[in-house]
């Protein structure tokens, strides 16, 4: 009974560091109202990650009056001049669709409702959005599954610390394997769809998801190394766990891959010039 007691407490706790990764990550779209001159309220839904090859970025707000707006975007950190997209209306909804950016691409841009005392911009500041290539469901799967089940026995193995004499072996060994498979197998082939690159951590870059992963498993190959050689590995434990559980508190994709426009435009000036 304590068992089933403490493995539902752990997908229990699993699920809502799950959850907070995903709600508080950049990609997170944007979601809210504003109230339009004739007192009726717009809702608005901003994407902050799209598909690349999709036929552009959706926008869309949903308006019961007829009302103007546009958006004007330029690409990320760039001194590219802004460029406008006027949004139609039709059936309720302004619509327009950024244009699409190769993988890790970003574009920032503003969303502006045209109103009689002036245009009213929809969050106040320009939201970045960036592309991501289609990740096939065979590779995206297992790579989710394989981080649930590795944050899954983290919190096991962490309550097994306040709870029982002492730590079952298989337990911390299977949860290394469940981290590299997760995140250095599939993680990095999820990447690699994503993004065009398999991994862009230390020592090749600073993505910061890719780094997240690797000082997870050094601490807990410590742990391992505790477990099987330490009188008291219950320190070695609990330092694995509260890494990883900091870890899972930074929000997913934080200073994740991004796109150099200033080094892919010199590579473009590059090629053209040979072809000519």
Known sequence: MKKTFFWGLSFLITALFAVFQRVTGPTYPLKDAVFL??????????????????????????????????????????????????????????????????????????????????????????????????VPKAILAPHILFMFLFMLFSVRIFITVFTADTVVRHAVILNIIFLMLGGFIFGPLTQYHAFGAYWTGWPFGHDLTDNKTLVMLTCWLAALYAVF????????????????????LVPHSLLGSELDYSKADTATKTAIGHKL
């Open 37 to 134: 001159d004739g007192g009726s309220s717009a809702g608005f839904l901003l994407p902050r990650s799209c598909a690349v090859g999709g036929g552009g970025c959706l926008i869309e707000i949903n308006s019961p009056e007829k009302v103007k707006g546009y958006v004007s975007w330029r690409r990320y950190r760039t001194e590219d001049p802004w460029a406008e997209i006027i949004m139609p209306y039709r059936n309720g909804v302004l619509s327009a669709r950024l244009p699409g950016q190769p993988p890790a691409g970003k574009l920032e841009y503003r969303v502006f409702i045209k109103q009689k005392k002036g245009d009213l911009e929809l969050y106040g500041k320009p939201v970045v959005v960036r592309f991501k290539g289609v």
């Open 229 to 248: 050689r330490a009188r008291e590995p219950r320190p070695w434990l609990l330092a694995a766990f509260a890494v990883t559980a900091a870890v899972y």
